[in-house]
C-alpha cells in the first residue's frame, strides 16, 4: 500500500473514531437492520421445511385411489412411492375397507399396517397399544360406545356370504356352513376371534372402523384383492407435490395420486401469507435502517462543513470528498453486516426453537449476501448527505455564514 493509500485509510479511520458516539448510534442501526435481514432470511428459506413437518402432524398430504374398474396392486403402489425421494418421504399406510357384522349389526373393517400408520397419521390418540400383529385390533372410540367394548375383550366379526362353485370352503369349519333348507342353496358365517388392543380417538370418521392386519382382514374375507386407498406424507413444497404427482399420473396404470387438499391448501396459505410477511418487515427495517444512517451522516457532515469548506478552498476535488464520506459508510456498512449477519443466526435459531420446537438450518451463502446488502443500503443512505457536502460553498464556510 503507498502512502496515498495509507493517508487515506488513516484519514477515514480517524474520522469514525473522533466521532465516535454518531457513529455508534449509526452502527447500531445496521447491525439490527443486518440481523433481521440475516435471520429473516434464515427463517424465509427454512421455513417450508419447518412448516412442512409441523404439517405432517395433520396427516398425509397425498393419497392413492384405483382408478376405474382397476385393482390398486402393491407393485404400482410400491412404483408411485419410488418417485418421492427417501429422505422427504415421510411414510405410506395403505387400507382395504370391508363390510362385516359384529353382534349382527353391521360394521365396517379397515385392514392396514400397523407399523407404518402413525406415521402418515400421528394425529391418532391410542387409550391402549397398537397391535402387535395377527389376532389383534383397534376398534374406533364411537363404535366401542356402541358396543360397550373396552381394550383387552374379544370380539368376532362376522362375513356373511353364499358360497359359490368359486370360492374355496376347504379352510372353513363345517360348524359355519349351513343349507337354506328351501333353496337348497349354501351359506357361511365365517368369523374370526380379534383381541382389542386399544381404543381409538381421533374425533373423526376413523371412530367409526376397526383396524386389523391385512392378513386378518383377507382371511375373514377369503380373497385377496387391491388396496382401496393409500395414503403417503411427503415432506415437499407445494410445487413439489405437484411435480410428484404429475410424474405418479404419467405413468401408473391402476391408480391415480392426489393431493389431500385441506393439508396442501392450508399449508400453501400459511406459507404464503408467511413469506409475505417476512419480505414486508425486510422492506420496513432496510427502510428504517436508511433513514437512521442518512440523519447520522447528515448530521456528521453539518459539523464538518467547516472542515470541508477548507479542503475545498485548498483545492481538494468534489470527488476525494465523496470518496472520503463514502468510504466511511461502507466500513460501517460492512462491520455492521458482518456482526449482522452472525447475531441473525442467533436470532433466527431463538424464533425456530421457540415457535417450531427445532434448530434453524445454518446457511453460509447467507453471510456474504447480508454483507453485500449491509454495504449497498448504507452506500445508498450516505448519498444524500453526500451530495449535500459537495454543495458545500467554500467562500460562505469560511465567512461564517
Known amino acids: 500500500m503507498n502512502k496515498k493509500r495509507r493517508m487515506f485509510v488513516r484519514m477515514v479511520l480517524a474520522s469514525l473514531l473522533r466521532r465516535r458516539s454518531r457513529m455508534i448510534i449509526a452502527l447500531l442501526a445496521i447491525v439490527v437492520g443486518a440481523t433481521i435481514l440475516s435471520g429473516l432470511g434464515m427463517i424465509y428459506y427454512d421455513v417450508p421445511r419447518q412448516m412442512s413437518a ?32 427417501s429422505d422427504k418421504l415421510e411414510g405410506y399406510t395403505p387400507y382395504r375397507y370391508e363390510n362385516t357384522k359384529l353382534n349382527n349389526l353391521p360394521v365396517t373393517l379397515a385392514g392396514t399396517e400397523f407399523s407404518s400408520v402413525l406415521r402418515t397419521s400421528p394425529y ?19 363404535l366401542a360406545e356402541k358396543f360397550g367394548l373396552s381394550a383387552g375383550d374379544t370380539i368376532s366379526p362376522l362375513n ?51 383396524y386389523v392386519t391385512l392378513e386378518d382382514i383377507t382371511d375373514l374375507m377369503l380373497n ?10 411427503v415432506a415437499a413444497s407445494a410445487k413439489e407435490l405437484k411435480d410428484y404427482l404429475d410424474e405418479i399420473n404419467k405413468n401408473a396404470v391402476s391408480l391415480t395420486a392426489k393431493p389431500v387438499k385441506r393439508v396442501t391448501a392450508s399449508e ?29 451522516m447528515t448530521a456528521v457532515i453539518t459539523e464538518r462543513r467547516r ?10 476535488l468534489d470527488s476525494s470528498i465523496v470518496l472520503e464520506f463514502l468510504s466511511e459508510g461502507l466500513v ?33 451463502l447467507l453471510l456474504p449476501v447480508t454483507i453485500i446488502a449491509s454495504v449497498i443500503v448504507t452506500g445508498l443512505a450516505c448519498l444524500i ?8 460553498d467554500p467562500a460562505l464556510v469560511l465567512k461564517g455564514e
Not at 269 to 283: D, G, P, R, Y
Not at 307 to 316: D, M, N, S, T, V
Not at 385 to 392: G, K, L, M
Open 54 to 85: 409441523q404439517f405432517r402432524s395433520y396427516g398425509a398430504n397425498i393419497i392413492f385411489v384405483p382408478r376405474e374398474g382397476a385393482e390398486m396392486s402393491i407393485e404400482e403402489i410400491n412404483k408411485g412411492i419410488g418417485v418421492f425421494p
Open 224 to 233: 385377496e384383492r387391491g388396496f382401496d386407498i393409500v395414503e403417503v406424507s
Open 385 to 392: 448527505p453526500i451530495r449535500s457536502a459537495v454543495d458545500v
Open 124 to 142: 391418532w390418540h391410542i387409550s391402549g397399544e397398537l397391535p402387535a400383529g395377527n389376532g389383534g385390533c383397534l376398534v374406533g372410540k364411537k
Open 268 to 296: 400453501s396459505t400459511v406459507l404464503s401469507k408467511l413469506e409475505s410477511l417476512v419480505l414486508i418487515v425486510t422492506l420496513v427495517v432496510l427502510a428504517l435502517t436508511m433513514i437512521c444512517v442518512a440523519t447520522t
Open 307 to 316: 472542515e470541508i469548506g477548507l479542503r475545498k478552498a485548498l483545492g481538494a
Open 160 to 210: 356373511s356370504f353364499e358360497i359359490t362353485d368359486d370360492i374355496d370352503i376347504s379352510s372353513i369349519p363345517e360348524s359355519e356352513i349351513y343349507e337354506d333348507p328351501q333353496t337348497g342353496e349354501k351359506f357361511c358365517d365365517h368369523s374370526l376371534d380379534l383381541k382389542i388392543s386399544g381404543i381409538l380417538e381421533t374425533g373423526g370418521s376413523e371412530e367409526d372402523y376397526i
Open 332 to 364: 460501517l456498512g460492512a462491520a455492521g453486516g458482518i456482526v449482522g449477519s452472525i447475531l441473525g443466526y442467533l436470532f433466527a435459531d431463538i424464533v425456530s426453537m421457540n415457535v417450531f420446537s427445532s434448530a434453524i438450518t445454518f446457511r453460509p
